[in-house]
């Protein structure tokens, strides 16, 4: 069921377990028609709204500026993509909003993928907005193409990740990564898949482990009460020896004999084999506590990603999902780690608009599936 792009508000939202992703299309030529139609005035007034700030404090809501795409094709219009996201645990104020501030539901059509999509339907069909969902993986993949196609500079790599003042971000053209190739999405938990074309891929792996978990546990072991506080504090810590014991700490050489690897010093032992004493644990700091969970989840996530490039042979993995938004840190950790252990044979990539594959390809969707 296709829409009027110029007379309707079109949004691809992804509803993640801890994120709402939404994408917003704005037409060029909005409202240039001197006789506007009330769902062409509806448009204006939404897009004035959401152009118009970058932050929605009602809702801890941020319209990520920097991430604005121009000139591109939807719908036979051309436009540019706004991306915005907020905790999803705020959609019930966010649907209060739109109706304490007047914004017109008629005229918006929403096509929303992810587990909330399915979870809050009657929410969005109570506003009578003309609501659509979509498969999250398909989304996905469609969200990525599109990505690469349109979005200058949009994929890229880190070089010397482990040295801070050799580092570097590369990008790369559109064409540099070839199929096939992993896709490993990591939001609030992690999946992987294996992509062999644009419209081919099998989820072949995924953990628990995730962007949830790091959250969760700097919340309860930190001041954060948020991912951009939590990452701060990370940024600011040095866990190693400190909250992590490493190999440095207990001897090397046979655990390197063992494992067969030239393993650094400061390479980690134990995460968290500090906190063990209880005399440790009370001159813990805070920042040290978070970089520690960040190593770990990236660890963890690694490890799973190094079990899926053994058994498919695949040396071309992408990063993508909203654990690594602002956080360079975990991008490099994680590359650090598959170019050891794969000495070198393994590409790790990234994107700049990590966390909205989804929501993008749910608005590019949006005429091929149904209300």
Known sequence: ??????????????????????VYFEPEKLGENCHLSASNSS??????????KTTYDEVDGVREESLTILGVPLNGLTGSLHFIRFPVIELDTVIGLMKTKGLPAKGITITATGMGSYVNRKDFEEMEVDYRTADEFTTQASGLVYLLQHSPKECYYFENPSNEELCRKVHVEKDHLTYPYLLVTVGSATSICLVTSPKDFTVIGGSSIGGAMFLGLCCLVTPAKNFDEAMALAKRGNHKGTVDKVIGEVGSE?????????????????????????????????????????????????????????????????????????NDLAKKQITAMQHFVSQGAVNSFFIEHEGYCSAVGALVEHDKVKA
Request: glycine letters at 8%; aromatic letters at 8%; zero cysteines.
């Open 254 to 326: 046979y655990l390197q004999l063992r494992s067969g690897y030239k393993l650094p010093p400061d390479f980690v032992l134990v995460s968290f084999g500090h906190m063990l004493d209880p005399e440790q644990r009370k001159a813990a700091k805070p920042e040290d506590l978070a970089r520690s969970l960040l190593a770990t989840i990236t660890t963890v996530v690694g490890a799973a990603v190094g079990d899926s490039v053994r058994a498919t042979g695949v040396k071309q993995v992408l990063f993508v999902g909203s654990f690594f938004g602002n």
């Open 1 to 22: 069921m296709s829409v009027n792009a110029d007379e309707t508000t079109l949004l691809g939202v992804d509803l993640g377990n801890s994120l709402a992703k939404v």
């Open 43 to 52: 448009s204006k007034a939404i897009r004035d709204y959401i152009t118009s």
